[in-house]
């Protein structure tokens, strides 16, 4: 903050919360009255405003070279905005849509070693599961679990169920079917159990896909102008865009005889070079009874299948290179179908036009159908989204491949660093894609103006594994994103668990100051634990830097525990003044309390003030921090209400939801 306010009138009520508490005070019977100019609220004695749990992470699985994911997980969908674009019947619309965003939220990924995966990471209590993705070869399975006591406890098992009452060709090829939809999903479907598994998040929605075997690639045209050629690798969970085909339509499927895509909206057929997106031919379409929505797909034989909402239809070309269709299924289909594909055994698999969709298998020579899994198969498979196309990927038990280029056990596909015998994967907080915030008052033990704009860090934090799934680095990733103070601060974190010869060598913080003493390997000197430096002076790093923390031996994430540790502000070059989260300890050099002019409102120095208010706070979120002056439940609309119900209610009250924020109180 600027200056010393005499006077605290902005708002009715502050709060303190924390990471992970050396202190843990227990919940009492009795209530706090947290008071400010005649202004109170009632919280929970004990109530520490935390936001984040701790989560270990117990995965058992003696299966070889099988890979894990694990993703923080809801079933909220966020809106994403409005989108104008051709729905299935060929008409432009413009909609609202909403996205998950489970496959945003990975946490860590790793190989099973001796049967055994355990991590512990940090999710927002608002999660309460977590999903469990499996890749055996390409093989994708999933669960959802529950944290249960701070813990999840996997053990995978083979069921080898069948609720379609088919099998594989014997232990030489397994078929998966891929699905894409308008939210820009793209999962997998067992087609021998109906199980579903997310697989990645397109760059656009989409009504096409179709799939290179050779290649392991998937194709799929976006739903909107300009209707770009989406190129997915199978193998790498990598998007790229080709080129813009400039048209929108249906139908769309993988010719392997001549490389190319065929791509039908109403009743013209198109091919497409995959390669670069170039138009090659067209053709008219005959004889459909409805032009709308539907699929196409080739069948072994190199015969063409197409379905319109009308139907199951197969082409010939004629002798004035025009298809004309023959209608195969009835005209009276109890569904309108958007998609299909033939699996291995040549058996025709579609889905309906559902908010949740079928699966359906029909038969080519007769037309006859039966619903195989949704809601209509009465089977307990209710996929709960729509498939709006999807095609058949083939994965071949004898062709897996087995490099293993820097000998670390861990093959290529599942190895993040594969050229690096020391690193194989990553554990992220808050996950791959988000960043967390530490905010700080800087006038401990005087009151604040509480608008956590003093010093606001963000942060993502990656520890660097092992074959083992031990951890030999961190990489620490961080900026300053507020620096309103008119103190010229410090900032930095003790890792408890870990004292300073464990620490290898520390590289990146910036030293702009001289009051900072440094050990050999870049830890500060004269602590009993492991205290790194991120700064002497926030100005200096106001632009994203990484700093690297490197173990003398391997460590498990269990004893490293979990970031931000036990972050401290530095307040104005007074080495000794430092600013933590509530309950939390002081590092070997700083104090507890101090001398101030004026009220010391933290006379137990444990950074909380006599009223029960905050200097710091902790959110595992990218948090937007009040303007000036404006201070945090002025900004947010639903913090008061998490607070005096003792964090129950409004979990999420800082996200981007609707009427969490006042956007005009608010820095961005």
């Known amino acids: 903050m600027k ?64 890979r894990y994911d694990v993703y923080a997980y809801s079933e909220n969908k966020y809106y994403a905005g409005t989108e104008t674009f051709e729905n299935q019947e060929g008409e432009i619309v413009t909609e609202g849509f909403y996205k998950s965003d489970v496959l945003s939220k990975l946490v860590f990924s790793g190989v099973p070693f001796e049967g055994v995966l355990s991590q512990t990471i940090s999710l927002p209590k608002y999660y309460d599961k977590v999903y469990i993705r499996r890749n055996d070869n390409l093989k994708y399975s999933s ?8 813990k999840v406890e996997y053990n995978y098992s083979s069921t080898n169920k069948s609720l379609a009452g088919k099998s594989s060709l014997p232990d ?29 998040e397109m760059p656009m929605g989409s009504w096409t896909c179709a799939i290179d075997q050779e290649n392991k690639t998937l194709y799929s045209i976006g739903k909107s102008s300009p209707y770009p050629l989406m190129k997915y690798s199978i193998e790498n969970d990598i998007w790229e865009i080709v080129a813009n085909i400039g048209r929108g339509g249906p139908r769309l499927d993988y010719n392997y005889r001549d490389g190319l895509l ?8 198109y091919t497409y070079n995959p390669e670069n997106g170039i138009n090659i ?40 290179d025009e298809y004309q269709s023959s209608r195969i299924s009835a005209d009276n ?38 619903y195989q899994y949704g809601i209509n198969a009465g089977n307990n498979t209710d996929f709960g989204r729509t498939i709006n196309d999807l095609t058949t990927f083939k994965v071949y038990t004898q062709n897996t491949n087995e490099t293993d280029t820097d000998g670390d056990g861990i093959l290529d596909k ?88 464990q620490i290898e060598s520390v590289t990146g913080p910036i030293y702009a100051l001289n009051y900072i003493s440094l050990n050999a390997n870049g830890t500060e000197a004269n602590q009993d634990k492991a205290v790194v430096i991120l700064t002497d002076d926030a100005d200096y790093m106001l632009e994203e830097t990484t700093i690297s923390i490197k173990f003398t031996q391997p460590i498990s994430t269990n004893e490293l525990g979990v970031a931000p540790f ?64 404006i201070a945090i439940n002025e900004a947010y609309n639903y913090f008061n209400s998490w607070a005096t119900s003792g964090g129950i209610s409004h979990k999420d009250w800082y996200k981007d939801n609707p009427g969490n924020r006042n956007e005009n109180k608010i820095q961005y």
């Open 3 to 66: 200056k010393l306010l005499n006077s605290f009138s902005i708002f009715s009520v502050l709060f303190f919360f924390v990471c992970s508490c050396d202190v843990d005070p227990e919940i009492e019977e009795s209530n706090t009255v947290i008071e400010a100019e005649g202004i109170s609220i009632i919280v929970p004695n004990g109530f520490d405003f935390s936001t984040q749990q701790e989560v270990q992470i117990n995965i058992n699985d003696n299966t070889k070279n099988v």
């Open 143 to 150: 669960s959802i679990e529950n944290i249960i006591s701070e």
């Open 172 to 200: 030489i090829v397994s078929d998966f079917l891929y699905c894409v939809n308008g939210s820009a999903q793209l999962f997998q479907v067992d087609p021998l159990t109906g199980d579903l598994t997310d697989l990645s």
């Open 262 to 269: 065929y791509f039908s909206t109403g009743n013209k057929l």
């Open 281 to 320: 031919d067209s053709w008219i379409i005959n004889g459909l009874h409805s032009t709308s929505g539907g699929d196409l797909a080739f069948a072994e034989d190199g015969t063409l299948f197409l379905c319109t909402f009308s139907g199951l239809y197969k082409l010939e070309l004629d002798a004035n």
């Open 333 to 370: 289909l109890p569904f309108q179908p958007t998609s299909m594909t033939f699996d291995s055994n040549q058996e025709l698999w579609l889905a309906n036009n559902a908010s949740s969709s079928d699966l359906i298998i029909m038969d080519t020579q007769t037309g006859g159908w039966q």
């Open 414 to 501: 599942d190895d993040a660093y594969p050229d690096n015998p020391e690193i194989a994967f990553e554990l992220f907080t808050p996950s791959k894609y988000g960043k967390g915030t530490v905010a700080f008052e800087d006038l401990w033990p005087s009151t604040g103006d509480y608008d956590f704009n003093d010093l606001a860090l963000s942060y993502q934090a990656v520890a660097l594994l092992n074959a083992q799934n031990l951890a030999v680095q961190l990489d620490f990733i961080c900026y300053i994103k507020s620096n309103g103070a008119g103190f010229t601060n410090g900032i930095g974190f003790e890792i408890e668990s870990l004292n300073p010869s």
């Open 566 to 629: 036990n972050p401290f502000l530095i307040v104005n070059m007074d080495r000794d003044k430092e600013v933590h989260l509530p309950y939390r300890n002081t590092t070997s050099l700083g104090k507890s309390s101090v001398e101030v002019s004026g009220m010391n409102k933290d006379s137990d120095g444990n950074f909380i003030s006599d009223n029960g208010l905050p200097w710091a706070i902790s959110i595992i979120h990218d948090f937007k921090v009040p303007k000036e002056s």
